[in-house]
């Protein structure tokens, strides 16, 4: 009985769920959209409000009026930071020793009591777990429930909504969103590799480079659709052209992606194994990549020639490189390796925002 209400149910959403997926991957083909993912984020950052006025409103309703002012003052609004660590005494630079007790510095001179040493060490040590460059690494503060379990709390059981809301988009978001979006990821990156491998075989000349931009402008912005992304550009007047060099700050493995569904890049990177290498060397096949083995990364006059051959020949794509070296949690960006400035060539920047817990914005300076 089971199993047959499942078969109508799965031969009901066939045709329509094959339907979605051609409108998708032909409208991702031609860089258009029907608005369905902006739509769609803009109703999911709602149903998240909601949820975080519910989280609130439970939590106030536990604590007494004294405890409710302290709740509303270490709430940070629009997800940004908050300190760990609850200071007494704090150590500055420039400022010196900030005690912020009730207790003054002379009275601990006066009537020192061996607990007070204690302070200074948690001083100290709280300065280097959250020292500012090892914060940029930890994980963004998040405005709202995204009705997953990256939280410990048990937010889903504190009211019977919140729990019908997190069941519903539990089974939506595995139940079709996952299996849709896997999809799409496996058709895209299978697209990349066979097309990318047939137009190697191609003779070098003006079609191959126009039929393997097409290519890849294709496959990247179907991937793209693959976790649902809104992409905003700005400036494209100043997009990175053959002969430069683009540098972009670096916030997640997918910026590669997101960065290639307007422009085609050369990739500058060591060679791997597995998917990627079949991926890396499928690209290779059909344009000119910098990859480099794992002897070769380490020789910088090496990396810097080829880099320097690359930029010299204008018919060839802008090379794409993270100067940051390394992924950044979004709340800043790190001070730029000053190797790819020295290449040559002319340098392109580009800075990558992302807007809340969904969108992602793209800007050409």
């Excluded at 066939?14 to 991957?25: E, L």
């Amino acid at each position: 009985m089971a199993a047959s209400i499942l078969f109508w149910i799965l031969s009901i959403l066939y045709g329509p769920v094959v339907i979605a997926f051609i409108c998708v991957v032909v409208l991702a083909s031609v860089g258009q959209s029907l608005g369905v993912r902006h739509l769609f984020t803009q109703f999911l950052l709602y149903i998240f409000e909601f949820g975080r006025q519910k989280i609130n409103t439970s939590k106030k309703k536990r604590l007494s009026r004294e405890e409710q002012a302290k709740y509303e003052e270490s709430t940070v609004p629009n997800g940004e930071s908050v300190s760990v660590i609850e200071r007494e005494i704090s150590l500055s630079a420039t400022e010196g020793i900030q005690i912020e007790n009730q207790r003054s510095l002379e009275t601990m001179q006066r009537e020192f009591q061996i607990e007070d040493a204690m302070y200074f060490c948690k001083s100290g040590i709280g300065a280097i777990i959250e020292d500012d460059v090892t914060q940029r690494f930890s994980t963004e503060e998040l405005p709202s429930w995204n009705l997953l379990t990256r939280t410990n709390m048990n937010y889903r059981h504190l009211s019977v909504r919140l729990t019908v809301l997190y069941a519903v988009g539990f089974l939506f978001r595995y139940g079709f969103l996952f299996p849709f979006r896997f999809l799409l990821a496996f058709f895209g990156i299978s697209y990349l590799i066979i097309c990318m491998s047939l137009i190697g075989y191609l003779p070098n000349g003006r079609f191959k480079s126009t039929v393997v931009r097409y290519v890849s402008l294709q496959c990247f912005r179907i991937c793209s659709r693959a976790f649902g992304s809104v992409i905003r550009f700005h400036n494209r007047e100043n997009k990175a052209k053959g002969g430069g060099i683009c540098v972009a700050n670096h916030t997640s493995p997918i910026d590669v992606i997101i960065l290639s569904t307007d422009n085609c890049y050369a990739m500058v990177g060591q060679s791997q194994g597995g998917l990627i290498g079949m991926i890396q060397r499928a690209m290779g096949r059909a344009t000119s990549h910098i990859w480099f083995e794992r002897s070769e990364a380490k020789d910088r006059n090496l990396v810097t020639k080829r880099l320097k051959d690359h930029v010299e020949d204008k018919d060839k794509w802008p090379i794409l490189i993270f100067p940051e070296g390394t992924c950044i949690n979004n709340t800043s960006v790190m001070m730029f390796k000053k190797g790819s400035f020295e290449v040559g060539g002319v340098i392109y920047p580009v800075a990558i925002k992302r807007v809340g817990n969904l969108t992602v914005l793209k800007k050409y300076q």
